[in-house]
C-alpha cells in the first residue's frame, strides 16, 4: 500500500501568514494527488486536484504543487476561513491512501 | 442542487450487520464511479470502496474485504454499503462521495455527503 506523510501534523499561524503543508507518497503517484479541507463535524471538500488543478469555487491564495513523491499545498494569505484540517489523497493505485491530516490552528 | 445525502447509520453489536444508503440528486447519477469513505472518532480519513457506473467495478480495502459490499441502483440513484460481521474498529463517520469525471476532476472526491454514523459497541 501507498503511504501518504504530511506534514506539520499540527501548525499554529495567524491570519495573513503563507502556509505550506507537505505530503509525501511512498512511492510515486506521478500526479494522482488531491487536498481536502474538512472543519469539525463537516464533510471534506476538494480543493486541488491533480496536484496543482484549484477546484471551482475554491480561493485562489489555494495552490498545490508537485509530481511523484513529493507535494505541497501553499496558502498564500491564511484567512480566519481557512482553519481546518488537510488532507492530502492519492488515487493512483489501490488502496487508494489518505495522509493523516494537518491541522491549521489560530496563533 | 447536486447533493449526495447518507442514511441508515446507527448502533450496532460486534458481529451485527448495517446497510447504509446514499441519495444523489441534481446529477446524472449513472454517469459517475461512486467511493465510500469513513473516518473513526478524533481520526483521519480512510477509503473503503469504489464502485463503477454499471456496479461492474468494484475494489475494496483489504479490511472490509468480504465484510462490506458495495453496490448500487441507478434507477433509485442510490449508492448503498452492506455491512456484516462489523467489528468495534468499523466504528466511524461514513461518508458517501462522487468520483469526479477523469476528464474534469480527474478522479478525485468532488462532491461528499454529510456522513452518517455507524457505532459497534456492546
Known amino acids: ?11 499554529s499561524a495567524f491570519v495573513g501568514d503563507r502556509v505550506t503543508i507537505t505530503c509525501r507518497a511512498s512511492q510515486s503517484i506521478s500526479t494522482w494527488l488531491a487536498w481536502y479541507q474538512q472543519k469539525p463535524g463537516k464533510a471534506p471538500k476538494l480543493l486541488i ?3 496543482s488543478n484549484l477546484e471551482s ?7 498545490g504543487s508537485g509530481s511523484g513523491t513529493e507535494f505541497t499545498l501553499t496558502i498564500s494569505s491564511l484567512q ?7 488532507y ?5 493505485w489501490y488502496p487508494w491512501t489518505f495522509g493523516q491530516g494537518s491541522k491549521v490552528e489560530i496563533k | 442542487e447536486v447533493q449526495l445525502v447518507e442514511s441508515g447509520g446507527g448502533l450496532v453489536q460486534p458481529g451485527g450487520s448495517l446497510r447504509l444508503s446514499c ?12 467511493t465510500w469513505v469513513r473516518q473513526a472518532p478524533g481520526k483521519g480519513l480512510e477509503w ?6 454499471d456496479g461492474g467495478e468494484i475494489y475494496y480495502l483489504d479490511s ?26 468499523d466504528t466511524a463517520v461514513f461518508f458517501c462521495a462522487r468520483i469526479g469525471l477523469p476528464s474534469v476532476h480527474h478522479d478525485a472526491f468532488d462532491i461528499w455527503g454529510q456522513g452518517t454514523m455507524v457505532t459497534v459497541s456492546s
Do not use: E, H
Not at chain 1, 480566519?80 to 488537510?86: L, N
Open chain 2, 48 to 53: 473503503v470502496a469504489n464502485i463503477r457506473q
Open chain 1, 1 to 11: 500500500d501507498i503511504q501518504m506523510t504530511q506534514s506539520p501534523s499540527t501548525l
Open chain 1, 80 to 86: 480566519p476561513d481557512d482553519f481546518a484540517t488537510y
Open chain 1, 57 to 63: 469555487g475554491v480561493p485562489s491564495r489555494f495552490s
Open chain 1, 88 to 92: 492530502c489523497q492519492q488515487y493512483s
Open chain 2, 64 to 89: 472490509v474485504k468480504g465484510r462490506f459490499t458495495v453496490s448500487r441502483d441507478n434507477a433509485k440513484k442510490s449508492l448503498y454499503l452492506q455491512m456484516n460481521s462489523l467489528r468495534v474498529d
Open chain 2, 23 to 34: 441519495a444523489a440528486s441534481g446529477f446524472i447519477f449513472n454517469n459517475y464511479w461512486m
Open chain 1, 49 to 51: 486536484y491533480k496536484a
